[in-house]
């Protein structure tokens, strides 16, 4: 009995070994993973750093010093009130992550949840969800996400919450294919067998071998999000000025660009396009990294 007990120490270890090393070996065997997760490490400092670290407040307007092209003294220039853009660009990245983590996520677990008591359990159930998604999937996206902002109000909350209603579809529907592929399987006949009651079976054998394909649409919807919340800010129905948002600097911007000022809306541009660029790079090796297959 003690030498059973002396050896749990040592089989935790070894799991936590074999979890980390897969890690660093997904990170190593694809090279465009490796350098997406540095991007993302790069965001995330921009994120929870950056407003400690920006050389300006964001919010301070300097009449004097106005429209200034990018120098030694601002990075990427000043806008019309002769606030800082690149403080402004950095600062802005923590509420963008933000809206499209939170929103993803909500989605995510709302999807998962929906989809594999449809994909499992079928019948009634099934039905009635295809029928409310068909209902969400019948209106164009954005648009949809334009009404429920309109509707609700222009807040930050509610832009993460109409951003997650127009993904619930996809992580729902894609949830019911893969668990109702693999509710027949012999893995799950062998679970029920052994003794596992159905919600068990579900949440412990089923749902994460359903993960991998889960994580490239993660992944894809996290820069989806970006863009969604960007473009509800270019039309005026995001956050409202003067809160530091790359789609609210960008619809700024393009006032300037005819002018002659085309660091105003370049710059926040070039963030966005690189954060959404990031997250499309993420898809294959978070798949790889969850997928219990490739743990050998």
């Known amino acids: 009995m003690a030498d059973m007990t002396a050896s749990n120490p040592d089989t935790t270890r070894r799991k936590g070994d074999t979890t980390l090393g897969h890690i660093v070996y997904v990170l190593r065997d694809n090279p465009l993973t490796m350098l997406a997760f540095a991007m993302l ?3 995330l400092g921009c994120a929870f750093f950056g407003p400690a670290l ?5 919010l301070a307007t300097n009449a004097a010093r ?3 092209a990018p120098s030694w003294d601002h990075w990427f220039g000043t806008d019309n009130l002769g606030r800082d853009v690149f403080s402004r660009v950095i600062v802005a990245t923590r509420l963008d992550l933000t809206i499209s983590v939170a929103a993803v996520a909500l989605s995510f677990v709302i999807g998962s949840i929906l989809g594999s008591i449809a994909g499992y359990w079928g019948g009634w159930l099934d039905a009635v969800l295809n029928r409310c998604l068909d209902t969400i999937m019948a209106f164009p ?12 109000g222009n807040t930050v909350e509610n832009i993460i919450y109409a951003t997650a209603i127009i ?4 992580y729902a529907r894609l949830v019911r294919a893969e668990v109702n592929i693999r509710r027949h399987s012999g893995f799950a006949q062998a679970a029920k067998l052994a003794g596992n009651s159905d919600l068990r079976v579900l949440a412990v054998h089923i749902f994460p071998n359903s993960l991998p394909p889960m994580m490239v649409q993660v992944s894809l919807n996290l820069g989806w ?4 919340a960007a473009g509800l800010s270019f039309i005026g129905l995001g956050v409202a000025p003067p809160t530091p948002e790359w789609g ?3 619809a700024e911007g393009a006032n300037f660009i005819v002018s002659g000022e085309w660091w105003l ?6 963030w966005l396009m690189l954060a959404v660029f990031t997250f499309n790079l993420l898809g294959d090796g978070l798949r790889d990294i969850v997928d219990p297959r490739k743990r050998t």
């Open 66 to 68: 106005a429209l200034e």
């Open 167 to 170: 993904n619930i579809p996809f």
């Open 225 to 228: 999000a970006i863009l969604n």
């Open 54 to 58: 920006v050389p300006y407040d964001p």
């Open 265 to 270: 809306a370049v710059f926040p541009g070039l």
């Open 141 to 152: 996206l954005f648009v949809l996400a334009m009404g429920v902002v309109a509707a609700l």
């Open 41 to 43: 490490a790069f965001f």
């Open 248 to 250: 609210i600097m960008v």
